[in-house]
């Protein structure tokens, strides 16, 4: 069976896995690492968003043999490390605004927020109306408006 | 009733609590609480009270549960925390967090040394192990306290016998206990000699609500912390001994079955492939990992016998409805009366949550387990028994947190098709559904349709008939049972069963002279459920569209109207903070507009106000595989639950109330077609999106009015889907009367295949990085 090595959360990891599973089943299935959720599995409800390599990604609609061995994926469990911390500010600001209902979207909805932010950045702009309206991660509680809320409040902490 | 008055009456009685015989403190009390008086209306035109006014669901959830009442208990460890398994599910609604600030108020212990899980199914509960009908905090305030406050007093207890001191000399804090001489001992120190080797029953009275320091103050969730760091486990994070991922592939046609399968051994052979199983559902598979499981799905190829909805699309079933739909009888009516007459339609919707139907379950020869978010664990206990041909005391049922239910998790599906593929492979099964599966053989909001005739004469509305003909709603998970079990004693005598549940659910809360509203039902070829009420939303938004439109005809004001016939001074009250918070009148420019409107139910009340944009530049924004349209970029909410416990997660059930009514009148609807739903994902059923979200949006809980919980979780659904309908009626100058409103339009999607019964996953994600 192939093997596959990558970064996961600041570690090497090797899998044996058939190439073309895709990277959420491997997080899950495999490496029980399941902050990453289902929700489609065609890359649509976003519940599963992670960075690869600081970007925002979604690991179902990624084979696991198109991930190299430098490629670093950080799911919501890896976060707070990025920045050496306990928790990441946008993770504090959504404790802050209380933002999860049944929080089964969250782990994406956060993943997403941080990307969204230094993506805003990167254009030279603050976060914004605009911005936010691209957001394409479903919470079926609809807890939008406290997402905009906490994802303004944690733009400017990290 | 005097709400004041009742509360101040409450809070003098003595309650019987339990200590149960165990090594550390555990104290009880039996689920149960007292019937809420009729309100009494006052009327220009007096309506007779309708039966849902004098009884509503929510009460006859309550009178169910006084027979059959189970003990609840509250536990007290050596380290000084506290915990309670609540007997109902969390699925978002925040109930662990609201039972652990009652039992922080009575025990007076931080909420956060206060553990909440979810109770097994627990068969001795009967009907009071069933989270539905926004019934929690209403049938569970009083026990909870009870026993936690039989708890303080056997720590009290226990201190004034190692001080030395009397009771009365004694005062908690924080989890600790203090003595007039200044002595403190720690209910740590306390929870083993406060426990008790026999079971007592004792008094006990409550904290009086001006001493309130938990209840009725804002707190965050319990489990927020677990949400937003990935820890918080649903069914398909556990790790169960050799349950592996386990998916079934699926009819073309709703509810189709299984004729052959021609390639078994083949798809057995795949990669990671354990275990094919032909199954009474479809043709189950498990494997390595879902993903693998997939691919078998995909791969399997299957000849399927007809469905129970063969040939079924949108128009068969209006037609049906159409022919179902029972008389209107106007009664006598003098001359100049005018009289507005509307049909209404509400096609299938869907009630999926985020967390599609999914159960783990591991059946061997004499026993099961299994594990899923089940608001009616009981009722799925005995069906896998029976399913699996076993007593009911050999088949365990772990209640999980829930990633949303909306309806759907009142049923078992997963977890009784779970039970049933495990036992077919002789293994433990991870099964969950595909999304496509969860859209398209999920259960679905049945369409409806709602036929209102009103007549208005001189400035007064003379009579209010409404006809509402749905497809079949199904109560098959015992909330149906909860209800006949009592309606016998109601003036509802003759009714059949789901026309019984209309009754106690629907109300008029105007002033409308004679006022009829009735049920009939067709087909029950669908699979259905509730959805974040079962009636209510579309009942009263035709009914607060009529409302508009009478009072344009008498050319009055919608928000004034409202307040001239609304029958309660609750209601009157929510509607004016509303209106005045979301400044109702306000000069808006052409194409845009306000709408308002309210719902009472379940001993409740909410009122909203939204802004909506229907201008050509909002409504000609494109988005990808998505739904623009008309924007909602305002919205209020006033709310009134009688006592809000934690009113920072009332706020967050209104707002995502709010967010399903933009969705339900605006954007998402199930198109049937040839028996089958065209929609198969979030990139065809259009739930609300953040570019659908208002920007502005506020909650106002009213202060305490009656001093007594109401329901919540279903509460700001109706109103908000009512406000919107309003708001774009008098935005473009058109009656919508067909919700979502762009159900008719051409379909905004290419429908996904049908065989195979899911999409493939695709391999693009590294391309939409960002």
């Known amino acids: 069976m192939p093997q596959h090595t990558f970064r996961l959360n600041g570690e090497e990891v090797t899998v044996d896995i058939e190439d073309d599973v895709r990277l959420l089943w491997v997080l899950r299935d495999v490496l029980g690492v399941t902050g990453p959720k289902y929700g489609c599995g065609i890359g649509v409800c976003q519940a599963c968003t992670s960075h690869i390599n600081g970007k925002a990604f979604n690991p179902c609609s990624v084979r696991v043999a198109d991930l190299g061995p430098d490629d670093e994926v950080t799911t919501i469990e890896g976060l707070p490390a990025t920045v050496g911390r306990e928790l990441h500010p946008m993770q504090e600001a959504w404790l802050e605004h209380d933002v999860a209902q049944c929080g089964y979207c969250q782990p994406g909805q956060i993943m997403a927020a941080v990307a969204k932010v230094r993506q805003a950045r990167a254009a030279g702009h603050e976060i914004g109306d605009a911005d936010l309206d691209e957001i394409r991660n479903i919470c079926r509680c609809g807890t939008y408006f406290r997402i905009r809320e906490a994802i303004r409040a944690a733009a400017t902490r990290f | ?770």
């Open chain 2, 1 to 770: 009733m005097g709400a004041q008055g009742h509360a101040h009456d409450m809070d003098r009685r003595r309650f019987l609590g339990y200590v149960l015989a165990a090594p550390v403190l555990t104290a009880a009390a039996r689920l149960g609480a007292d019937l809420a008086a009729p309100e009494q209306a006052a009327a220009a035109v007096p309506s007779l009270p309708g039966p849902a006014e004098i009884l509503n669901l929510n009460d006859m959830l309550t009178v169910a549960a006084l027979p059959t009442a189970g003990l609840i208990g509250v536990q007290l460890h050596p380290d000084g925390t506290a915990s309670f398994a609540l007997p109902r599910a969390e699925v978002g609604q925040g109930i662990t967090t609201s039972s652990a600030m009652l039992i922080a108020e009575e025990l007076d212990l931080p909420l956060d040394r206060i553990r909440v899980t979810l109770a097994d199914a627990r068969p001795e509960l009967l009907f009071n192990q069933l989270t539905g009908g926004s019934n929690t905090t209403i049938s569970t305030y009083l026990p909870i306290r009870v026993a936690a406050a039989t708890a303080r007093g056997r720590l009290l207890a226990a201190a004034a016998a190692a001080f030395g001191e009397p009771v009365t000399a004694l005062t908690t804090r924080l989890g600790v206990v203090t003595s007039a001489a200044g002595r403190t001992a720690t209910y740590a120190e306390l929870a083993v000699a406060a426990a008790s080797r026999t079971t007592l029953q004792v008094a006990v009275e409550l904290k009086p609500a001006r001493d309130f320091a938990v209840i009725g103050t804002p707190r965050n969730r319990i489990d927020a912390r677990a949400a937003v760091t990935g820890r918080k486990q649903y069914a398909m994070d556990l790790q169960v001994p050799g349950a592996l991922p386990a998916m079934i592939c699926r009819p073309p046609t709703i509810n189709g079955t299984v004729r052959s399968v021609a390639n078994l051994a083949a798809v057995r052979a795949m990669p990671g492939i354990t275990d094919v199983a032909v199954v009474s559902t479809g043709v189950a598979v498990r494997g390595r990992t879902f993903g693998q499981c997939i691919d078998a799905v995909r791969a399997l190829q299957v000849a399927w016998g007809p469905g129970t909805a063969e040939g079924a699309s949108d128009a068969t079933v209006r037609e049906e409805l159409r022919r179902a739909e029972l008389p209107l009888v106007v009664p006598p009516l003098p001359i100049l009366t005018k009289a507005v007459d509307v049909r209404f339609t509400f096609p299938f919707a869907g009630n999926s949550a985020l967390e599609t139907n999914c159960a783990i379950a591991d059946v061997r020869a004499d026993r099961a387990e299994v594990w899923g978010s089940l608001k009616s664990p009981i009722v799925a206990q005995e069906q896998i028994a029976l399913r699996l041909g076993l007593p009911v005391s050999a088949v365990q049922v772990h209640v999980v947190d829930g990633g949303g239910s909306f309806g759907r998790k009142l049923f078992s599906d997963a977890a009784l098709e779970a039970a049933e593929v495990s036992k077919a492979m002789g293994k433990p099964v991870k099964l969950m559904w595909h999304r496509a599966d969860d859209v398209r053989q999920g259960r679905t909001h049945p369409m409806s349709t709602s036929r209102v005739r009103a007549t208005h004469s001189l400035g007064q509305v003379l009579s209010y008939e409404q006809r509402h003909t749905s497809v079949a709603t199904d109560f098959g998970h015992g909330l149906g049972e909860v209800i006949t079990a009592t309606a016998a004693q109601l003036p509802v005598g003759g009714l059949a069963f789901s026309e019984t549940i209309f009754v106690l659910t629907q109300e008029t809360p105007y002033n409308f002279g004679v006022v009829t509203q009735l049920l009939s039902e067709v087909d029950k070829g669908f699979n259905t459920g509730s959805m974040r009420n079962i009636y209510s939303p579309n009942v009263r938004c035709a009914q607060e569209l009529v409302v508009d439109r009478i009072a344009a005809d008498m050319g009055k004001d919608p928000y004034r109207f409202r307040r001239d016939f609304l029958k309660d001074a609750r209601a009157r009250a929510v509607l004016d903070k509303a209106a005045e918070l979301g400044q109702w009148g306000r000069a808006m420019p052409a194409g845009t507009a306000q709408g308002i409107a309210l719902h009472p139910e379940y001993h409740s009340v909410a009122a909203v106000l939204v802004e909506i944009d229907c201008r050509p530049q909002t409504t000609g924004r494109t988005i990808p595989n998505a739904v623009t349209g008309p924007r909602v970029t305002k919205a209020v909410c006033a709310v009134d639950v009688g006592l809000a416990v934690n009113p920072r997660g009332l706020e967050a059930q209104m707002m995502g109330g709010i967010m399903d009514g933009i969705a339900l009148a605006l954007t998402s609807s199930l198109h049937l077609k040839d028996g089958a739903f065209l929609e198969a994902s979030w990139d065809n059923y259009f739930y609300t999106r953040q570019w659908n979200t208002p920007a502005e949006l506020e909650v106002f809980v009213m202060p305490p009015t009656t001093g007594e919980p109401g329901g919540a979780g279903e509460l700001a659904v109706a109103s908000a889907m009512a406000a919107v309908a309003c708001a774009y009626r008098r935005a473009t100058g058109t009656m919508p009367t067909t919700f979502p409103i762009n159900h008719d339009a051409p379909l905004a999607f290419e429908p996904k295949p049908t065989v195979p019964p899911v999409p493939a996953s695709p391999t693009d994600g590294l391309d939409r990085a960002y």
